[in-house]
């Protein structure tokens, strides 16, 4: 039993080790973006689309940090983006179902690192995540 734990601690913190790499070329090209002004214009471009639903444009970077670095790097921008100028609750609160869950980059680097039989799984994990991402997301909307 003792060896069990002690070889699944190793590959827990050996998979964790791995990923900071990860994680850190992720913020990099979030804030390689956001210096490039890329997310700005897309902002731009969506900005009809946005206005039209009434979604804030602030949510753009939010969502672009999340699925490109990870819901760490997300709670950092929004803590950074919220001395700068205020994100509303309200919207906040109506993006909790799409930003806040485990499906974004480093979390299916981590996924697919943890071992080849959930390699095989990755893709209808995924799937089924995307699913209940976008019904997690309708739910929340229509709470708020």
Do not use: W
Request: glycine share 8%; hydrophobic share 60%.
């Amino acid at each position: 039993m003792l060896n069990i734990i002690n070889v699944s601690g190793r590959e827990a913190i050996q998979i964790v080790v791995n990923i900071i790499p990860m994680l850190l070329l992720s913020l990099v090209i979030v804030f390689a973006l956001q210096g490039a002004g890329v997310i700005d214009a897309f902002v731009a471009l969506l900005a009809p689309m946005l206005s039209r639903f009434g979604i804030d444009h602030a949510l753009v970077l939010l969502a672009v940090t999340k699925y490109l670095a990870g819901s760490t790097a997300l709670v950092g921008v929004i803590e950074e983006a919220s001395k700068q100028a205020p994100i509303a609750a309200s919207s906040l609160n109506s993006s909790a179902g799409f930003l806040l869950n485990p499906l974004d980059l480093p979390g299916v680097a981590i996924f697919l690192s943890a071992s080849k039989r959930l390699g095989r799984v990755c893709a209808p994990a995924t799937g089924g995540a995307c699913v209940g991402i976008a019904l997690r997301t309708v739910a929340t909307v229509m709470a708020v």
